[in-house]
């Protein structure tokens, strides 16, 4: 029996701040961009006045005037990211970081129960480095991701195998990862509100309905998922995307989430890929029709050989986000990703990014 966790820091990087800075405590606080930028995250006390990830600065401090926002330290999150890692290695050595503030840890090996070491794991965090956490568990990686959010912050929550069916039966279908405001109103239109409801609609209507996207609703809605927590592989790209909380009709706007994520993903290439070749930057578009688009160019000429910082050059990406925005025809986005293929250290072709 599979027993996978999903640890999620709460507001890991502003958690760090406020935890720095005691002053801050209670305050809406967030990190990002002080002026043209967006926000990399924010804290619940912010979130109550609709701050999100993704939003525009400007934007955030219309809802929240008294707003403390702090530009990122990635140096900062990124060593007490490794401290956070080193704790998940002493339950298990099946630890898949997904970014900075979360990660999957298969911990069926253990005698105790996945609940029970994750609560360990959650009160060695706060002991030890004075960040809180929360923790989803169940039988696959869909199910624990889902969970995590189910008890935010600092807390946990568990979806056993014999409950999946009766917990999908009354779960929202917005809380299914990749189903926005837009896909949310088309099933309301269906009368399908519940992964329930989903379930009874046959592969041949979601794919009428959604395309390709409709048969992946088809396995979500079901609570199927059989990947494995993967450990140690050779990563063929790094990427990071974000659903967005309302379509962008915007190319400025999305030029500055785009630099966000860009900024994100340069940090990981620094932190765990410094020896790799960047053999090509991508950008994703996922329009507002659920059409997706990928635009993917060499990095700066003179850095093909190494040397994230100038091979990940802004202007660069900046060129291929122009390029798939004209593909939409004025289309709005939902999602955007940035990323960054590897050259293959044995000179064979890469598969297709996964962004």
Same mark, same amino acid.
């Given at each position: ?12 990087? +502003? ?14 606080? +967030? ?11 924010? =804290? ?49 050595? #099946? ?23 994750? @609560? ?9 480095? /004075?960040?809180?956490?929360?923790? /989803?568990?169940?039988? =696959? ?6 969970? @995590?959010?189910? =008890? ?59 395309? @390709? ?23 063929? @790209? ?8 309302? =379509? ?14 860009? !900024? ?39 850095? !093909?050989?190494? /040397? ?11 060129? #291929? ?17 940035? /990323? ?10 890469? #598969? !297709?990014?996964?962004?």
């Amino acid at each position: 029996m599979r027993k996978i966790l999903h640890i999620d820091m709460d507001c890991f990087y +502003a958690a760090i701040e406020v935890r720095d800075d005691p002053s801050l405590r209670g305050k809406p606080v +967030a990190v990002g961009g002080l002026s043209r930028g967006v926000l990399t995250t924010a =804290n619940y006390e912010a979130r109550k006045f609709g701050c999100r990830s993704a939003m525009p600065t400007f934007k955030a401090l219309q809802f929240c005037p008294d707003l403390v926002v702090r530009p990122t330290r990635f140096d900062a999150y990124k060593e007490e990211s490794k401290k956070i890692v080193r704790i998940f290695h002493q339950y298990t050595e #099946l630890v898949e970081p997904l970014s900075l503030d979360e990660a999957y840890l298969d911990v069926s090996h253990h005698g105790e129960g996945g609940s029970v070491v994750a @609560s360990r794991i959650r009160a060695q965090i706060e002991r030890e480095i /004075g960040l809180t956490a929360s923790a /989803g568990i169940a039988p =696959n990686k869909l199910l624990a991701k889902i969970a @995590s959010d189910w =008890n935010k912050p600092d807390g946990q929550f568990e979806i056993k195998t014999g409950e999946i069916e009766e917990f999908l039966e009354h779960l929202p279908v917005t809380r299914l990862h990749g189903v926005g405001r837009k896909t949310a109103e088309k099933l309301c239109a269906l009368e399908v509100r519940t992964c329930g409801d989903l379930q009874c609609l046959s592969k041949i209507e979601l794919a009428e309905q959604f395309g @390709s996207w409709g048969l992946e609703l088809y396995l979500l809605c079901r609570g199927r998922d059989e990947r494995p927590v993967k450990v140690d592989r050779i990563r063929k @790209s790094v990427s990071s995307e974000t659903t967005l909380q309302e =379509n962008v009709a915007d190319l400025v706007v999305l030029g500055e989430i785009m630099e966000e994520l860009r !900024r994100r993903v340069l940090e990981t290439v620094l932190g765990k890929h410094a020896d790799r070749v960047i053999k090509s930057l991508v950008i994703k578009l996922k329009f507002s029709d659920f059409t997706t688009t990928t635009a993917e160019g060499a990095p700066h000429p003179m850095k !093909r050989g190494g /040397g994230a910082e100038l091979g990940m050059d802004v202007t660069r990406y900046r060129k #291929l986000l122009a390029e798939a925005w004209g593909r939409g025809e004025g289309k709005s986005v939902r999602l955007i990703g940035v /990323g960054v293929r590897f050259a293959d250290l044995e000179g064979r072709d890469q #598969l !297709r990014l996964n962004l």
